[in-house]
């Protein structure tokens, strides 16, 4: 795939002002030093590194021929594995040719790897086509194919928008679909069952899923829909955290079944038994992450498939770079140096 990059970043206009200004006055006063700028992470536990793919081609955008010519650049894969303290890219060169794109790469690799690594954890815990990345609306919606791109790269196949699979789309595997929203059923004055004939009518039934919980009534509106059609491939249920849906107000008082809980599902996969939609799926949405994620599965909780937005792209990786040789030889500030035999560089990939 091929990233994007706004011509300005070779200008400095996206680094901070202080490595610009480092890299002119290095170009003056230092032009003949060979130094290597290495690009590590302190988290405690490794990390399912993503952004370095996207960090070469920023440097190949926004370097000269003659410039790349003196540079020297390793580094690990995108999916690649790492723990702290391990390089995973080095720069070795002039510093004045790569010093400004410091942060920028930084950010990439922070940027990236957490997303990445936040699918991967959680598809440790559930299977590839039980996890939806529904990002979108969390964030910039610029941001849709990076974090696709390093979504697809912790194992996640199954997105909302064809944004996010703008770099992936030539994978067979990745899929682009979802539900209907809330809206589309106001739009219709709650009718769910009219709705869904509208949505049948435009797109047909195929892994059709209806949104179940408008009313605060999921029971209720799988018996309508039990009445109307003869089968749903998939319902979601997606009731806010300060709610109790109705049809548990006379089951439970418990303070844990408020929202989309362990319990809901429960009754939901009862009442769609019992009208003959045994073969409909379960989706929940609504703030999931791992930890309830692990709820769900110690309460054996029959979802089939989980919606998840934020959780997956917060932020929990980070990247120091520094500046650790210098013609060879050890040159760095107190604490840091080069986390790598140096004679094992090479077992490294080299891109430059």
Do not use: W
Not at 71 to 97: A, C, E, R, T
Not at 201 to 209: A, L, R
């Amino acid at each position: 795939m091929k990233f994007k990059f706004d011509s300005r970043v070779r200008t400095g206009y996206y680094s901070a002002s202080y490595f610009n200004k480092a890299s002119k006055i290095v170009a003056k006063y230092k032009p003949n030093e060979n130094v290597c700028l290495q690009f590590v992470h302190f988290n405690q536990e490794p990390v399912k590194v993503c952004g370095i793919n996207e960090s070469i081609q920023l440097l190949k955008a926004s370097l000269t021929k003659k410039q790349l010519s003196k540079i020297q650049i390793y580094g690990l894969k995108d999916g690649d594995v790492v723990g702290n303290k391990s390089p995973v890219l080095l720069i070795f060169g002039p510093y004045q040719i790569f010093g400004k794109y410091e942060n920028i790469i930084d950010g990439i690799l922070a940027r990236r790897s957490s997303v990445c690594n936040n699918c991967y954890k959680m598809l440790k815990l559930i299977k590839t086509e039980q996890l939806i990345f529904m990002a979108d609306r969390t964030d910039d919606y610029l941001m849709q194919p990076y974090d696709g791109y390093s979504a697809y790269i912790g194992g996640v196949r199954n997105f909302v928008t064809e944004a996010s699979v703008e770099f992936i789309k030539n994978d067979p595997k990745v899929t682009v679909g979802g539900t209907i929203p809330h809206a589309l059923i106001q739009e219709f004055d709650g009718n769910l069952n009219e709705t869904m004939q509208a949505y049948f009518t435009e797109y047909g039934k195929t892994k059709s899923i209806a949104l179940i919980d408008y009313h605060n009534d999921i029971a209720l509106e799988i018996k309508k829909l039990a009445n109307k059609f003869k089968e749903i491939y998939a319902v979601r249920i997606d009731t806010s955290s300060n709610m109790l849906d109705y049809g548990l107000k006379n089951l439970t008082s418990d303070k844990t079944a408020y929202g989309v809980s362990y319990q809901l599902v429960k009754y939901a996969r009862t009442i769609l038994n019992q009208v003959g939609f045994k073969k409909t799926k379960i989706i929940v949405s609504s703030g999931i992450n791992i930890e309830k994620i692990q709820n769900f599965q110690k309460h054996n909780s029959p979802v089939d498939i989980y919606g998840v937005g934020s959780s997956l792209i917060t932020r929990n990786v980070h990247f120091t770079a520094d500046l650790v040789l210098k013609n060879g030889h050890h040159q760095a500030k107190d604490g840091r140096k080069l986390f790598i035999n140096i004679n094992k560089i090479k077992s490294l990939k080299k891109y430059i």
